[in-house]
């Protein structure tokens, strides 16, 4: 078994660490297996149909299809009104793996380069060790999603009645970060991740001959223009306080180095982290292109299309994580000063939905998420099983 990071002291640590650690490696093999055969969002079949199989054989009441491919495992005990949702995503992305592992992914241009598989198998097991002794009084809820990479499946599970069919007096959820100690976890009260909206903005002209460039509206020249434009939006128009993100991830136009195109498309992504910050990206961005385009005597059409918004955590129930964090593993693997990601993720809709609060795992040094040579670290299966075992504990005491 690959080296596991302990978590503190004491009679209910030692009980649930012991039972998870017993059966650690199963799941290692698990996370390894769906590692091996990730799939795209909306198409988790054969995940969901693992998934599915392991929580009826340990006796959940479980759902299937809820969005598709999602399932909801439910486990009651006593005679407890309160109930608890915690949630793991289990889609890959569209990424070509550069590993080289012996259980590298078997489908060409298709990786779990962002720890679902992990998140997975993480859920999983702390589900075995609430089945076979879990000490709660009421309610778990076990939601694994689908389609959080393209941030349409929270949305849907949620439209399909997940809460109403499933209730649930607080949802939590974890993600593994790169670049933090491995097993340590941060807690961010407020705002702990962005909204994300994209704008694609196709900037009209009059083509020519490139040596001719005075007969011409050259829109490559507009777009130019447009790019540096767009970055005194967040310079100028936010309040320094404030944090906000435009990016012009991509540009395209033209086929020739003699030929001056019609037309260039333009593709941005924006974050932010409050609702007043991402309305006035909004209405900044698309004037801003209309009046730079104008001005060079060429038109400007903006498609602003919302995304998904900020990860927003809920006080009392952040303070519980943290808390539940510091008595598991210690006040030196609880990281005292985490800073909210600019990163975005569409357990936002559930936060909006219901209380609770979204945390982060240290998966150690190595390549950054959503890389081509990222890989999910095994040390971090076990504790992570032991604290969602702990809070189910805690929340339903």
């Given at each position: 078994?690959?080296?596991?990071?302990?978590?503190?002291?004491?009679?209910?640590?030692?009980?649930?660490?012991?039972?998870?650690?017993?059966?650690?490696?199963?799941?290692?093999?698990?996370?390894?297996?769906?590692?091996?055969?990730?799939?795209?969002?909306f198409?988790?079949?054969?995940t969901?149909?693992?998934?599915?199989?392991?929580?009826?054989g340990?006796?959940?009441?479980?759902?299937?299809?809820?969005?598709g491919?999602?399932?909801?495992?439910?486990?009651?005990?006593?005679?407890?009104?309160?109930?608890?949702?915690?949630?793991?995503?289990m889609?890959?992305?569209?990424?070509?793996?550069?590993?080289?592992?012996?259980?590298?992914?078997?489908h060409?241009?298709?990786?779990?380069?962002?720890?679902?598989?992990?998140?997975?198998a993480?859920?999983?097991?702390?589900?075995?060790?609430?089945?076979?002794?879990?000490?709660?009084?009421?309610?778990?809820?076990?939601?694994?999603?689908?389609?959080?990479?393209?941030?349409?499946?929270?949305?849907?599970?949620?439209?399909?009645?997940?809460?109403?069919r499933?209730?649930?007096?607080?949802v939590?959820?974890?993600?593994?970060?790169?670049?933090?100690?491995?097993?340590?976890?941060?807690?961010?009260?407020?705002?702990?991740?962005?909204?994300?909206?994209?704008?694609r903005?196709?900037?009209?002209?009059?083509?020519?001959?490139?040596?001719?460039?005075h007969?011409?509206?050259?829109?490559?020249?507009v777009?130019?223009?447009?790019?540096?434009?767009?970055?005194?939006?967040?310079?100028?128009?936010?309040?320094?306080?404030?944090?906000?993100?435009?990016t012009?991830?991509s540009?395209?136009?033209?086929?020739?180095?003699?030929?001056?195109?019609?037309?260039?498309?333009?593709?941005?992504?924006?974050?932010?982290?409050?609702?007043?910050?991402?309305?006035?990206?909004?209405?900044?961005?698309?004037?801003?292109?209309?009046?730079?385009a104008?001005?060079?005597g060429?038109?400007?059409?903006?498609?602003?299309?919302?995304?998904?918004?900020?990860?927003?955590?809920?006080?009392?129930?952040?303070?519980?994580?943290?808390?539940?964090?510091?008595?598991?593993?210690g006040?030196?693997?609880?990281?005292?000063?985490?800073?909210?990601?600019?990163?975005?993720?569409?357990?936002?809709?559930?936060?909006?939905?219901?209380?609770?609060?979204?945390?982060?795992?240290?998966?150690?040094?190595?390549?950054?998420?959503?890389?081509?040579?990222?890989?999910?670290?095994?040390?971090?299966?076990?504790?992570?099983?032991?604290?969602?075992?702990?809070?189910?504990?805690?929340?339903?005491?």
């Amino acid at each position: 078994m690959d080296a596991q990071v302990s978590t503190a002291p004491g009679r209910d640590n030692a009980r649930i660490e012991g039972r998870i650690l017993g059966f650690a490696d199963e799941f290692i093999a698990l996370r390894r297996d769906l590692h091996q055969h990730p799939e795209l969002s909306f198409q988790e079949h054969r995940t969901a149909g693992i998934v599915a199989g392991h929580l009826e054989g340990w006796g959940y009441e479980v759902t299937r299809g809820v969005a598709g491919t999602g399932v909801v495992a439910s486990l009651r005990r006593g005679q407890g009104s309160k109930s608890l949702g915690i949630r793991a995503d289990m889609d890959a992305l569209p990424i070509q793996e550069t590993t080289g592992l012996s259980y590298a992914s078997v489908h060409p241009g298709v990786m779990h380069a962002c720890g679902h598989d992990g998140h997975t198998a993480i859920l999983l097991a702390a589900a075995r060790c609430l089945a076979e002794g879990g000490e709660f009084d009421g309610t778990v809820h076990l939601i694994f999603q689908p389609a959080e990479e393209i941030g349409a499946g929270a949305a849907k599970m949620i439209a399909e009645g997940l809460f109403e069919r499933f209730p649930c007096d607080a949802v939590y959820g974890l993600h593994n970060w790169p670049n933090v100690g491995v097993g340590h976890i941060g807690c961010v009260t407020g705002p702990a991740m962005a909204s994300v909206d994209q704008a694609r903005i196709t900037v009209r002209g009059k083509g020519g001959h490139g040596a001719a460039p005075h007969e011409t509206v050259d829109p490559v020249v507009v777009s130019a223009h447009l790019i540096t434009a767009l970055q005194t939006i967040v310079s100028r128009n936010l309040n320094p306080l404030d944090a906000g993100v435009v990016t012009v991830g991509s540009i395209h136009g033209g086929s020739a180095s003699n030929v001056i195109p019609d037309s260039v498309e333009l593709k941005i992504t924006v974050r932010s982290f409050r609702p007043e910050v991402r309305a006035l990206l909004k209405e900044r961005i698309p004037a801003l292109a209309r009046a730079q385009a104008e001005s060079f005597g060429a038109v400007a059409e903006v498609d602003y299309q919302w995304g998904f918004p900020a990860v927003v955590n809920h006080a009392e129930e952040t303070q519980l994580a943290r808390q539940l964090a510091q008595d598991t593993f210690g006040e030196a693997l609880v990281e005292r000063d985490f800073q909210p990601r600019a990163a975005s993720e569409d357990f936002a809709n559930m936060l909006q939905a219901k209380r609770g609060s979204y945390l982060f795992f240290g998966n150690g040094a190595g390549p950054s998420l959503h890389n081509p040579g990222y890989d999910f670290n095994d040390a971090i299966l076990a504790p992570a099983a032991s604290y969602w075992t702990r809070l189910a504990e805690r929340f339903l005491a």
